[in-house]
């Protein structure tokens, strides 16, 4: 089967720096993609990798490793704004998105 | 910002009622999705629609349907509402291609009693 995990929740505090990891296991690779979601509203995208590699976009980076099946999400100089889940989603081999169940980011002051 | 709208935002009815979700977006976008999203769960794919008249079922299709005759147009419609539907459900758009990004709408959060 298909399967995304990330850490179900984590807990950084404002002005630092976390990692939020994702691996994953599909039938096919077709980019990987980092969505954020605010409590009680839709999620947004934040970016896309389908080369391995560090995509850098202001505070946000992301990380990908094919091999490994291996992505990250880098979150820099962290805000209060920047608590909300953090979801992982993988393109298979149909196209279609296999979506992680997301990580919980909290922020504290 | 997204120019993607659903309707209603929330809805609260009773067990066997038939319900319509609405979507609409202004974009333009030939591909359209349902998902159905639970508190700290994944998102599970209802339907999907590549464009005009083509509708295709998900993982989660059996008691839904759908349609897709304009463009801009896709709702989600329940024969027989059930307290297992109690769900969030968010549609969304993307213009395709590998990167493209989807659109959510604000979603339609649903209780069945």
């Known amino acids: 089967g298909q399967n995304i995990d990330q850490p179900t929740e984590m807990t950084a505090t404002e002005g630092a720096i976390v990692q939020i990891n994702c691996t994953y296991q599909t039938s096919g690779f077709n980019g990987l993609f980092w969505y954020q979601q605010h409590a009680g509203e839709a999620p947004t995208f934040l970016s896309y990798?389908?080369l391995d590699g560090l995509e850098e976009k202001g505070r946000f980076s992301s990380f990908l490793s094919r091999s490994k099946g291996y992505s990250y999400l880098l979150l820099k100089e962290l805000q209060m704004k920047d608590s909300a889940s953090y979801l992982c989603a993988v393109k298979d081999s149909n196209y279609q998105l296999i979506w992680g169940a997301g990580t919980k980011l909290i922020i504290k002051p | 910002e997204a120019d993607i709208y659903q309707t209603p935002r929330y809805l609260v009815i009773g067990t066997g009622k038939k319900i319509t979700l609405e979507c609409s977006q202004t974009m333009g976008h030939d591909k359209m999705y349902w998902y159905q999203q639970d508190p700290g769960m994944e998102l599970h794919l209802i339907h999907y629609?590549?464009?005009?008249?083509?509708?295709e079922k998900g993982d989660l299709s059996s008691e839904s349907t759908v349609s897709r005759i304009r463009t801009e147009h896709f709702p989600l419609t329940l024969e027989s509402a059930r307290p297992s539907h109690t769900s969030q459900y968010l549609c969304?758009?993307?213009?395709?291609?590998?990167?493209?990004?989807?659109?959510f709408g604000e979603g339609s959060r649903l209780t069945v009693l």
């Open positions: 629609s590549y464009g005009v008249n083509s509708t």
């Open positions: 990798n389908v």
């Open positions: 969304a758009s993307t213009k395709g291609g590998e990167a493209g990004e989807l659109f």
